[in-house]
């Protein structure tokens, strides 16, 4: 919390709301505290399961501000309920495309099927020049774009087919996130735990 509205402040910006992309297993949202202490709605795809957004957006609906509308794309893979956001020629693609690969499909729901269809039939229509902006980059990179995705990531890119992405995610060996247990909870109430 303290860390999001630093930059906030240290922009000048005026924070309207909160857009959720997904229910995160690997640290506890600051969504719950930050509506607390400033007032503004949080936002979350209408499918993943959280109690107590202020405002569930279905696939397609449009969040205006101002002069500025902002797409909601249901890309469920990662998780069941993941979210991506389009506007002005950017997408905010939380975990569901990286920087060179995609979120992991073996856990909350995840399906390797639905993600590679909702990257490839949801994501890849943009144009080329559409800069993606995903959560996270292992890294240190901050954006990409469409373009870029097609053609390099080695998960989805055309020269993938959706058996070999539903194989490789198959035969990936990985670690048991160390605070699911924690976080998964948390998050599923907007960041809210017992402990505020």
């Not at 509205?5 to 229910?23: P, R, S």
């Not at 469920?76 to 997408?91: E, F, R």
């Not at 939380?94 to 920087?99: K, M, Y």
Request: net charge negative; charged share 25%; glycine share 10%.
């Amino acid at each position: 919390m303290d860390r999001d509205l630093d930059a906030i402040e240290k922009l000048d910006l005026n924070l309207l709301g909160i857009l959720e992309t997904h229910v995160h297993a690997d640290h506890i949202t600051a969504a719950y505290k930050i509506r607390k202490k400033t007032g503004v709605l949080i936002y979350y795809g209408s499918e993943s399961g959280v109690d107590g957004a202020d405002v569930l957006l279905k696939d397609g609906d449009v969040i205006q501000v101002g002069q500025f509308d902002i797409k909601t794309i249901h890309t469920p893979g990662h998780t069941s309920g993941c979210v991506c956001y389009y506007t002005c020629g950017m997408l905010f693609t939380g975990d569901t495309l990286f920087i060179g690969g995609t979120g992991r499909t073996d856990f909350q729901g995840g399906s390797a099927g639905l993600l590679y269809d909702n990257v490839v039939k949801k994501l890849f229509c943009y144009p080329d020049n559409t800069i993606v902006y995903p959560a996270h980059d292992y890294s240190g990179k901050a954006l990409s774009t469409i373009g870029e995705e097609k053609k390099w990531n080695p998960n989805v890119g055309v020269k993938i087919t959706k058996s070999e992405f539903i194989e490789n995610e198959k035969n990936k060996s990985r670690s048991y996130p160390k605070k699911i247990d924690i976080a998964v909870p948390a998050n599923m109430k907007c960041g809210q735990t017992s402990t505020f």
